[in-house]
């Protein structure tokens, strides 16, 4: 084995179901970049007629999913799930799929530009002064005037720009994402330090489970790493040694998990910290134990009452829960984002001490670190976005560079990120896609598509293995585009003094091989090597390097029972609906540019390319409204303007509305299509920072128009339907 | 007038295709509705999307799409287990008589239906005469701004305005394993390749294989399992079972 060995050699990984290529050893990585070359050149990696897999990570969330993309020719085809990967054992979910509608997305930002703020038109600019400009920012503000806003992938620009704020005392980067707000995930973490003395991201091991109570949680949908879920799901289901399990989920609006439930709870919305507490009671006594303090101050009458769920139901459900030595209970969705958003995950997590299932099979875990992690880490909440905010519109930050973020659409209008920017001298993004942040920026530097990029990502929860997920260019870049790390480190020498010391890497790649040299003397790996450029090149062959063995960690339950746990209703503002709004399964926070994941019907309602409003059929006939009614949805903060769709499994005292579509910028298959619930919500958070996003009530007032709302499921006459004529 | 002899050969063609060759099976208990499947097939088929417009007259292209019906009234509502509906490959296909031009007729080596785009002249007949409503027809030259053609797969025709389209149990997949096999002298092995929707589906719903081999995954699946065909009582001897659940 020698120098001479090819990156076809090595990196020629075996596409799921093929005949798997023999591990090398010994040899360096002869090439660091695919090419896409002319079909009388080509490099001999590519064969005409064949296809060359390449194992990289998803980037449509921040789960960290393995995939294998197959390419031909220098072009990405197809991705699958990596068979080998121990979060997603070769599965991926629709977004994983319609990534190639990002790479090759027809409005991708093409190359550096400048831009006045809020005008969509732009002048190109070359790396060269793109690159000055950044060192010039670096050079010429204080470090403490200058932020980093980055999205929740990829993990490793976002350990390199936490190592450049550590050496230079600019400020730490600060992560958000729209899917974060949604699951609520400081909200969990809080109640985890609170019941088990520590802080982290609890982990559901539903495949393990016989009876699982979901409050609303999502976790068949986008919540924290779907496709693993959905493994648990199967799991609970096609139970090979014991029943088939049960799931129950109580939530005011069927999900579509809710729609795989066995029993559906529409409960009151509010009221799910008391059902959760009423249940515990009724179920120690069901078994004649003495209650403990948690559940000693509910009355199961009162929350059947307030709740709308019978004592009848209450009791048969706690016993159910009681009965099965299987129980789990898992707390989620819009029950946490509630003023009361803590008790409810508080309350609903010490359901877990009946079966007393914490750190045991079909239980509660805490997620296993990844292997270059130590200490959890979480996203910021909403409350921390609003400093961050009030800091750029008091004129702290003068610097804001932005990455894998789109607060501007994501965050609630009532926040104001967009006004706050104008406290900001100058903002610079590295957007792949001309989104509605990108368009407030002064610059922006694109980045690559991930399906171009190196770096890793971090499995945070949903394998017992700890994970580190490796990513690297399954194709050149298509555009003019320029990985952000290089961009960094090359205004860094620019700039000089403490920037030019910082980080001595010449490139990206030389930086993830520093980070990947601690691993390699790392026992339990499941594969190792003598040198560093050996490791790395197994590390894109198998698409991430974890452990063979893990375990998740077990929470400390000693005191989870023996507390005072909150069961208050939650409060909301005035109005006559509870208004629900729930991240799209289809579109999740960043999918509406791709127009295949637009023609994805949505799996409840099956409707395409809008945004709709659920209303109860009952309801919804009291107040003469039809489907594809446009209705104006007002709340203290805003208003917007829907179509109504008839569903039926919501409360008549309740609506609900996706969030994904409604962009007023992010290229031509998102723009101008569809409204954004968060233009309705306000700034509310519960106790531990989360936005209270389903914790308002809202007006609905007629329009007297009506919306043809594309859907799968009535594929006659939609149009008939709405205009009254025959097309 | 049908004669005797006809006779004898249609039903001596329905006791050949009876046992079918590829199949699938779909578990409804464990299809959470996800639709990873319908990208995952539409990425692989290069299947076009329509729009908005298009899609709200029904005109979308899904080669599989995931059928669910409501049940109840609030609050005893409930959603029928998600039904992934595709081309069955009917072993006995209502579609491929009524096609004028051959476009659509039976393959004796793969036992499957296939649907030749160059031959195709746009009839619709056999849309119409589809009891599973599962074909989709190119009412237009659907656009794919550049750079999107990037990602077509190169194994599969690109269809265009006038052309009726289908599920094809993604027969450029089982060509490709049985030209890999056949290179390296064996025969292909169940379980070697499977279909876009059955690879990527999250929950495994999705089971693809040889039903005439009675050790393959599908066969022992049918076998041991409570499964349904549907509308097997019009005699179209579909080559797809699905098990309800719940």
């Known amino acids: ?727 | 007038m049908a004669t005797v002899t006809d006779l004898k050969i249609t039903e001596l063609k329905l006791s050949e295709a009876e046992g079918g060759k590829w199949g699938m099976v779909i578990d409804q208990d464990i299809c959470t509705g996800c639709q990873a499947c319908v990208a995952a097939c539409a990425m692989e088929n290069n299947v076009s999307f329509v729009g908005d417009v298009d899609s709200g007259y029904g005109r979308s292209m899904h080669w599989i799409r995931i059928e669910r019906f409501w049940e109840g009234e609030y609050p005893e509502v409930k959603m029928t287990p998600n039904q992934p509906m595709m081309c069955q490959q009917c072993g006995s296909a209502t579609c491929e008589p009524v096609c004028p031009a051959f476009a659509t007729v039976h393959s004796q080596a793969e036992q499957l239906n296939l649907q030749v785009y160059n031959r195709c002249v746009g009839t619709r007949y056999c849309a119409n005469n589809c009891p599973y409503q599962v074909r989709s027809f190119n009412w237009r030259d659907y656009e794919r701004p550049e750079p999107l053609p990037n990602q077509l797969n190169p194994d599969v025709t690109v269809r265009t305005r006038g052309v009726m389209e289908k599920c094809t149990f993604c027969i450029q997949r089982i060509h490709k394993a049985q030209d890999n096999a056949k290179a390296e002298g064996r025969e292909v092995v169940d379980g070697e390749f499977t279909t876009a929707c059955a690879q990527a589906c999250p929950a495994s719903a999705i089971t693809f294989g040889r039903v005439d081999d009675s050790e393959s995954l599908v066969s022992q699946l049918i076998k041991h399992g409570h499964g349904v065909k549907h509308l097997e009582e019009l005699g179209t001897l579909p080559n797809v079972t699905y098990f309800k659940g719940g």
């Open chain 1, 1 to 727: 084995m020698s120098e001479q060995f090819s990156r076809r050699d090595f990196l020629k990984l075996a596409g799921v179901g093929a005949a798997t290529t023999a591990i090398l050893t010994g040899c360096g990585p002869a090439s660091r970049y695919v090419k896409r070359e002319p079909y009388m050149q080509m490099p001999e990696y590519n064969y005409n007629g064949q296809s060359t897999y390449y194992a990289t990570t998803c980037r449509e969330c921040p789960a960290g999913c393995g995939l294998v993309v197959r390419t031909m020719q220098g072009r990405a085809i197809k991705t699958e799930g990596n068979a080998n990967h121990p979060l997603n054992l070769g599965k991926t979910c629709a977004r994983g799929q319609a990534t190639l509608h990002g790479l090759y997305n027809p409005d991708r930002v093409t190359d550096p530009i400048k831009r006045s703020r809020g005008d969509a038109s732009s002048t190109n600019v070359d790396w060269d002064s793109a690159t000055q400009t950044v060192a010039d920012a670096l050079k010429n503000y204080k470090p403490e005037e200058i932020a980093f806003l980055m999205g929740t992938a990829p993990d490793h620009l976002f350990d390199f720009v936490s190592d450049l704020a550590a050496a230079t005392g600019i400020n730490a980067p600060v992560r958000f994402g729209a899917l974060s707000m949604f699951e609520a995930r400081a909200t969990l973490s809080k109640a985890a330090e609170n019941l088990f003395g520590k802080a982290g991201l609890p982990f559901f091991d539903i495949g393990g489970a016989q009876v699982v109570f979901s409050f609303g949680s999502n976790f068949l949908e986008t919540w924290l790493s779907p496709v693993s879920y959905t493994r648990g799901f199967v799991g609970l289901r096609e139970a090979k040694t014991k029943q088939r399990g049960y799931l129950v989920q109580f939530e005011s609006r069927m999900s579509q998990t809710g729609t795989k439930a066995d029993e559906w709870i529409p409960l009151k919305p509010g009221t799910e910290a008391m059902v959760a507490l009423a249940i515990g009671r009724l179920a120690f006594e069901s078994r004649g134990d003495a209650l403990p303090r948690a559940f000693v101050d509910v009355d199961p009458l009162d929350v059947a009452s307030k709740s709308g769920v019978k004592l009848e139901t209450l009791e048969r459900l706690a016993a159910m829960f009681a009965a099965s030595a299987g129980s789990l209970a898992i707390p989620g969705g819009p029950s946490l984002g509630r003023s009361n958003g803590l008790a409810v995950a508080e309350a609903v997590l010490a359901l877990n001490a009946i079966p007393d299932n914490f750190g045991k099979p079909g239980g509660v875990y805490f997620s296993v670190m990844a292997p270059n992690e130590t200490e959890s880490h979480r996203p910021a909440s909403t409350q921390e976005m609003q400093e961050f905010v009030q800091k750029m519109a008091d004129g702290k930050f003068k610097v804001l560079f932005v990455h894998g973020v789109n607060p501007v659409f994501e965050l609630p209008k009532a926040i104001n990120f967009k006004g706050a920017l104008s406290g900001v001298e100058q903002v610079i993004s590295f957007a792949t896609f001309p989104d509605e942040t990108a368009l407030e920026a002064d610059f922006v530097f694109p980045d690559h598509h991930g399906l171009e990029s190196w770096g890793y990502q971090r499995v945070a929860t949903g394998s017992a293995q700890p994970v580190l997920s490796g990513s690297q260019p399954v194709v050149s870049p298509f555009y003019n585009t320029r990985a952000t790390i290089d961009v960094l480190l090359a205004a860094a020498q620019l700039a000089g003094g403490t920037f030019a010391s910082a980080l001595p890497f010449k490139d990206e790649v030389e930086f993830l091989q520093g980070k990947l040299t601690p691993l390699m003397s790392e026992a339990g790996g499941f594969f190792s090597a003598a040198d560093i450029n050996t490791f790395s090149a197994y590390f894109q062959q198998y698409g991430g390097w974890w452990k063979l063995d893990g375990a998740f960690g077990t929470p400390d339950s000693a005191d989870v029972l023996n507390r005072n746990l909150n069961g208050a209703e939650s409060e909301f503002s005035e109005g006559e609906f509870f208004f629900v709004p729930f991240v799209s399964p289809i579109l999740a926070e960043a999918g509406a540019n791709k127009p295949w994941l637009q023609e994805l019907p949505d799996p409840t309602t099956t409707v395409m390319w809008n945004t709709w409003v659920e209303i109860n059929p009952e309801t919804a006939h009291e107040l003469g409204l039809e489907n594809e009614d446009l209705v104006k949805i007002v709340s203290e903060f805003g208003e917007i303007e829907a179509a109504v769709y008839k569903y039926p499994p919501i409360r008549p005292d309740t609506i609900a509305m996706p969030f994904g579509q409604g962009h007023t910028a992010y290229g031509r298959y998102a723009e101008n299509r569809g409204v954004n619930p968060t233009d309705l919500l306000g700034q509310q958070v519960n106790e531990a920072g989360d936005l209270a996003f389903a914790g308002m009530k809202v007006k609905i007032e007629k329009t007297g128009k009506k919306l043809p709302i594309p859907r799968l499921e009535s594929i006659m006459g939609v149009y008939g339907e709405a205009l009254g004529e025959e097309h």
